[in-house]
């Protein structure tokens, strides 16, 4: 005898439910090769025991069923997919009719959306953005305007229908309005019937009445002559004029000067003038010109070959590296070196304008056949930077430039005309305690150091002496004494000192010193030292005066 064949739970659990489906174990015993007998046994052990042989009515799975299932889900995902096709192939039809225009593309969508597809994959398809869509058609649908109110409202709070605002403007018409403009009627408008109204509304209402009045058209007696591009052959075929004015310092009046320049005779050169390139060539042409000219017609000729000029007012990142470096660097911006060892040859605006003073009186400063202007500097470009950023560095620093130095002095008054509007102040360190304040202003290396003090009432500062170090002071405010005593002598000397009458005290060194404050305001006190304070030789003793 054969030994039986074992079958897994899962298979006669789909023989079951099939055999339960189809009502007939016979047709499913001969669809899976197992006798009918067998097939109804495990049906008879199932209805006798739904638990025998590990079987679960809830368990049963249909095969056949899941199977469908699946395809008819892949199917719905391909009829999906080829609806996108056939949709993007329309869109594409649209776009291919003319070039599209972003305005073409929004029309498109509309179209397509409005169908019944969805914006998202109609927007994707045309590569237009879900925001810019919906802002395009809001813009299409409000296109023309919130609509009018057709009232306005008086001072009363009354409204006033737009038919009786246009009664009132016919009668304005016919009445003392009749040359008025729209921009008039709303003034008689709003003081003769208090309304609140503007010139827009009341231009609208005006031509929905047709009672505009045309636009005046503008009249020029006398047509103005441009001279640019004016061929000039000889002298005195055009002069032009400019009149400027200045100030007479010490007179408290102005002067006037009204100069006449023959254009034929107007020449600019400059130091390139000795360079063989097209710019340097043509300065040259210009001053052979002049110098012919006043040669054949016995006239008086200047020519100046001004060098690289700087000074407030110059357009920075333009011409002038000078400007340029003082803007960037005071407007925190990046300045570009390529050689810092090239040297310029710089002029300062002022003593151009002097130079020129001095010419139209007779006083030029010839070398030769050419004038020049007298001060000039010979500066590298490294140089220049180096001071500049040195210039931004003195707020840091409580310092002042080397004003005997007339570079320094020229170049640092162009750096701060280039400072930004809001920038003009910057805060000090003040050191502040219970008794007042102490803060140091300006230090220099061969000028001493200038402080602020400020004591409280009835408060005593002071009491030491120096060896070296020599001050003055001076009290702007309140009112105190200055007590000084010479370290080996019991003699006190004492200045009384006030805001309203300002003296300068000099500290002489070697006597022990002290100022209190007397008033009942702050003491405030200029404080000057012939160098400025080094904490490691502060060259100070306490001593009580």
């Known amino acids: 005898m054969m030994p039986g064949k074992k079958y897994e739970p899962e298979f006669k659990q789909k023989i079951v439910k099939e055999a339960l ?21 495990w049906v008879r052990e199932y209805k006798r025991n739904n638990e025998s042989a590990g079987i679960d009515k809830n368990q049963l799975i249909n095969y056949d069923t899941l199977d469908i299932k699946n395809i008819e889900k892949e199917n719905e995902s391909l009829k999906k997919l080829l609806e996108e096709k056939d949709l993007e192939i329309a869109i594409l039809r649209d776009l291919l009719k003319n070039p599209p225009t972003l305005e073409d593309k929004i029309e498109i969508a509309f179209k397509w959306i409005n169908a019944g597809y969805k ?6 398809i045309l590569r237009v953005s879900r925001s810019t869509y919906y802002y395009k058609k809001e813009a299409k649908i409000n296109k023309g305007g919130r609509p009018y109110l057709g009232y306005s409202f008086n001072k009363e709070g009354k409204r006033i229908c737009d038919e009786q605002i246009k009664e009132w403007l016919c009668e304005l018409i016919e009445g003392e309005g009749e040359f008025y403009g729209y921009t008039k009627l709303t003034f008689c408008l709003q003081r003769k019937y208090n309304l609140y109204i503007n010139k827009k509304k009341v231009y609208r209402l005006c031509k929905e009445l047709d009672l505009l009045r045309p636009q005046r058209q503008k009249k020029i007696k006398h047509p103005r002559k441009i001279a640019r591009n004016r061929v000039i052959t000889a002298p005195n075929q055009l002069w032009e004029i400019d009149v400027k004015y200045g100030y007479i310092s010490g007179e408290d009046r102005f002067f006037y000067i009204a100069p006449i320049i023959d254009v034929y005779d107007l020449i600019t050169s400059s130091i390139q003038a000795n360079l063989d390139n097209p ?15 006043g040669k054949e017609n016995d006239n008086k000729t200047l020519v100046y070959r001004l060098p690289n000029l700087f000074g407030k007012w110059c357009r920075p ?48 400063n010839r070398n030769g056949e050419f004038c020049e202007v007298s001060k000039t500097y010979n500066v590298s470009l490294g ?40 920038k003009f102040s910057y805060e000090l360190k003040m050191n502040v305690d219970n008794r ?9 290396l ?39 005593r010479k370290i080996d002598s019991d003699e006190i000397i004492e200045y009384y000192v006030s805001g309203d009458k300002l003296e300068v005290v000099d500290i002489p060194p070697g006597y022990t010193h002290n ?3 007397l008033g009942d305001t702050d003491l405030v006190t200029i404080m000057w030292a012939n160098e400025p304070f080094d904490p490691e030789k502060p060259d100070t003793y306490y001593l009580e005066v």
């Not at 180096?386 to 162009?414: A, G, V």
């Not at 007042?436 to 220099?444: A, P, R």
Request: glycine share 6%.
């Open 436 to 444: 007042g304040s102490f803060t140091e202003f300006i230090k220099t």
């Open 21 to 41: 489906e189809t009502g007939n174990c016979s047709i499913v015993g001969r669809k899976h090769s197992i006798s009918s007998s067998i097939v109804a046994r």
């Open 383 to 422: 140089k220049i930077a180096e001071l500049i950023y040195s210039f931004k560095k003195t707020r840091e620093e409580h310092t002042i430039p080397n004003m005997s130095d007339e570079f320094t002095k020229k170049l640092y008054n162009t750096y701060l005309s280039y400072l930004p509007k809001d």
């Open 515 to 517: 100022i209190e404050n």
């Open 279 to 293: 710019y340097g060539r043509s300065k040259k042409a210009g001053e052979d010109l002049v110098f012919n000219f």
């Open 317 to 364: 990142n333009y011409n002038s590296v000078v400007a340029t470096f003082c803007y960037n660097i005071a407007n925190d911006l990046p300045i570009k070196i390529n050689d810092p060892n090239v040297v310029l040859t710089l002029a300062y605006i002022d003593d151009v304008v002097e130079e020129f003073i001095n010419a139209l009186e007779g006083r030029e």
């Open 446 to 484: 061969n000028r001493g150091q200038v402080s602020v003090n400020i004591s409280k009432p009835g408060i005593t500062k002071g009491n030491h002496w120096h060896h070296t170090k020599n001050e003055k002071f001076l009290v702007v405010s309140g009112k105190g004494v200055i007590r000084f």
């Open 119 to 124: 914006a998202t994959l109609v927007l994707r």
